[in-house]
């Protein structure tokens, strides 16, 4: 069956870098849309990033720009999200999800079909 799995999250100092890594099963992760997303303690679900599955195509959310890159490694069947200069605004849980009905959903969160389980950042020092 289709699954999500992160992992790579962690404790970091303000100024570190963590790649976050989405590992898909059940479906060829190329062929469809990725989002990370990301909710910290008591505020919503909000979009970090997203990779199109038409072109590639990537997309960030303003206050990571420049900070966060996606990719995807189609041999791993996996999506990362490298995370550099990271803040304590950014501490949160973040998830990947995907979506088997739009090309490029951005953020959406109800074009995504799909949610992986999430995993902790903590910006700290």
Request: net charge negative.
């Amino acid at each position: 069956q289709v699954q999500l799995v992160e992992s790579g999250g962690g404790l970091v100092q303000p100024g570190g870098s963590l790649r976050l890594s989405c590992a898909a099963s059940g479906f060829t992760l190329d062929y469809y849309a990725i989002g990370w997303f990301r909710q910290a303690p008591g505020k919503e679900r909000e979009g970090v990033s997203c990779i199109s599955s038409s072109d590639g195509s990537t997309y960030y959310a303003d206050s990571v720009k420049g900070r966060f890159t996606i990719s995807r490694d189609n041999a791993k069947n996996t999506v990362y999200l490298q995370m550099n200069s990271l803040k304590p605004e950014d501490t949160a849980v973040y998830y990947c999800a995907t979506s088997f009905q739009v090309v490029t959903p951005v953020f959406l969160q109800y074009e995504y079909d799909y949610w992986g389980q999430g995993t902790q950042v903590t910006v700290s020092s």
